[in-house]
């Protein structure tokens, strides 16, 4: 069966430090990749996506990025992180069925930018 | 560009009560609808779906949605909540976005607090 792998559960990290956010999916092969953040009252906004290696679409500008360095890991960054950085960031993966692909998502991180 | 409304941004109800929350879309072409729900300290899973045929659809845990087309809603009810039902509920919408790609618009989400 496929599973989804994200980590650090929790992350604490001060004004202007890098960030980097992992994430791995076993059990299947070429699956679609993305990242979205969870804020308070806000939904879930998607900031990346991927459809495959090295392959990424922004939805969002800002100061994240994200590569896709295999064919099964997807990792978000930052040079420099801001306060408003904070968040709970969700990756997710699915097979791709065009309109009716389901989307399958990981346990999640938890950034707390200081 | 899709948007998702979900009315609701905190519902309490008691335990047996019965649970109606609401999501409207705004594209009107072929989507394809969804309901996720958060459990405390859990990660986001898929509750029901609809793809097509009978616009109520049977989910998980006692869950049922209801796809009416000429109002763009996909409405989440269940007749009587337990405390476990304790969780955020989101709903999504997917379309066509052109070049070949899907896009999956997420509602705000609702907070559903069940008082044993």
């Known amino acids: 069966s496929q599973t989804i792998h994200q980590w650090p559960a929790t992350l604490v990290q001060p004004v202007g430090s890098p960030l980097s956010l992992e994430c791995t999916v076993e059990?299947?092969?070429?699956?679609?990749l993305y990242w979205y953040r969870q804020a308070a009252g806000r939904g879930l906004q998607l900031l990346f996506y991927?459809?495959?290696?090295?392959?990424i679409s922004s939805e969002v500008p800002q100061n994240l990025s994200a590569s896709r360095p295999q064919d099964r890991q997807f990792i978000l960054s930052s040079k420099k992180l801001l306060l408003s950085d904070s968040g709970f960031y969700l990756c997710?993966?699915?097979?791709?069925?065009?309109?009716?692909?389901?989307?399958?998502f990981g346990a999640g991180t938890r950034l707390s930018v200081l | 560009a899709q948007s998702v409304s979900q009315h609701n941004h905190h519902v309490i109800l008691s335990e047996a009560a019965s649970l109606e929350l609401g999501c409207n879309y705004s594209?009107?072409?072929?989507?394809?609808l969804f309901w996720y729900v958060q459990y405390p300290g859990q990660h986001l899973q898929l509750l029901l779906k609809?793809?097509?045929?009978?616009?109520l659809v049977k989910g998980i845990k006692g869950f049922e949605a209801e796809f009416i087309k000429s109002k763009f809603s996909f409405n989440l009810r269940k007749p009587s909540v337990q405390w476990s039902d304790t969780a955020e509920y989101f709903c999504?919408?997917?379309?066509?976005?052109?070049?070949?790609?899907?896009?999956?618009?997420f509602g705000k989400g609702t907070k559903l607090s069940v008082i044993p």
């Open positions: 997710a993966w699915s097979v791709d069925r065009g309109l009716r692909n389901i989307q399958y």
């Open positions: 059990g299947t092969s070429n699956p679609n």
């Open positions: 991927s459809v495959g290696i090295g392959q």
């Open positions: 594209y009107g072409g072929t989507v394809n």
């Open positions: 609809y793809f097509s045929g009978d616009p």
């Open positions: 999504a919408v997917k379309e066509y976005s052109g070049a070949g790609s899907y896009q999956l618009t």
